[in-house]
């Protein structure tokens, strides 16, 4: 008789009152060795595509340097992002801030009542440069400045499961982190993300004899997905 398959569920992990889906300890009734096949993963997807990590608008006008906060969560079209840059630079800045999107590049224009420079190359840290679709610093004070790309509100790729008990690393990115397995990011949010590896591309996993799997899962920048509140699943399967 073959062996029955393994969920695993973040809901029955350990101290599930004060852990939360993206970092936690899953215990299972049996051991756990040898090759399992991910089946499928079940995601339900509320990390925000606006976060602490790259919410920062950096900029300078009349009066001197300033950055403005956009408020973390989920924007869903390139108008309701750009009406809160237009918000807070205001709340932030000297001037009375609007922003406009083109209909045909989806190039975001920024219009200042007062002259006004972008200083995303001098600063980096958790820059909403990406989302925005600036890069640098801008060329000159103006009252208007101009993306030189598309607004981006999928900066996540991919979404990163790192699972201690794991035998090894199936995947590594060319900035040094090492992941078990990588899935691509769904496309919309909110929503329940299933995946479902191909026969071609399975996801193996090589445990050594452990009763619990201690699961992390991590954006592409290595940081824990933020906001990850609901509680996901994946059904493993024993490989021969």
């Known amino acids: 008789m073959a062996s029955p398959s393994i969920k695993v569920q973040s809901?029955?992990?350990?101290?599930?009152?004060?852990?939360?889906?993206?970092?936690?300890?899953?215990?299972?009734q049996d051991v756990l060795h040898g090759r399992y096949r991910l089946q499928h993963l079940m995601l339900p997807v509320t990390y925000f595509n606006v976060s602490a990590?790259?919410?920062?608008?950096?900029?300078?006008?009349?009066?001197?340097?300033?950055v403005a906060t956009l408020t973390p969560g989920y924007y869903n079209a390139f108008s309701s992002l750009a009406t809160e840059v237009a918000t807070q630079m205001t709340s932030a800045g000297n001037g009375t801030v609007t922003c406009a999107v083109s209909s045909s590049t989806n190039l975001l224009t920024v219009s200042n009542t007062e002259n006004f420079s972008f200083t995303f190359g001098t600063h980096i840290a958790n820059s909403a440069a990406v989302l925005m679709g600036f890069i640098g610093n801008s060329a000159a004070d103006a009252t208007s400045q101009v993306a030189v790309r598309t607004m981006n509100l999928s900066e996540l790729l991919y979404i990163n499961f790192?699972?201690?008990?794991?035998?090894?690393s199936g995947v590594r990115s060319t900035d040094g982190h090492s992941y078990t397995f990588s899935v691509p990011a769904a496309a919309t949010v909110p929503n329940l993300y299933l995946y479902e590896p191909s026969e071609q591309n399975p996801v193996i996993l090589n445990l050594n004899s452990t009763r619990s799997l201690t699961v992390r899962i991590y954006d592409d920048n290595g940081n824990l997905l933020n906001n990850m509140y609901s509680d996901w699943s994946m059904l493993l399967k024993p490989v021969c």
Do not use: M, W
């Not at 992990?13 to 936690?24: D, E, F, G, K, W």
């Not at 990590?53 to 300033?66: I, L, Q, R």
């Open 162 to 168: 790192s699972i201690s008990e794991a035998a090894s």
């Open 11 to 28: 809901s029955t992990r350990q101290n599930s009152l004060t852990t939360y889906p993206n970092n936690c300890v899953i215990p299972c």
């Open 53 to 66: 990590t790259n919410n920062k608008v950096y900029f300078s006008d009349t009066t001197g340097a300033h």
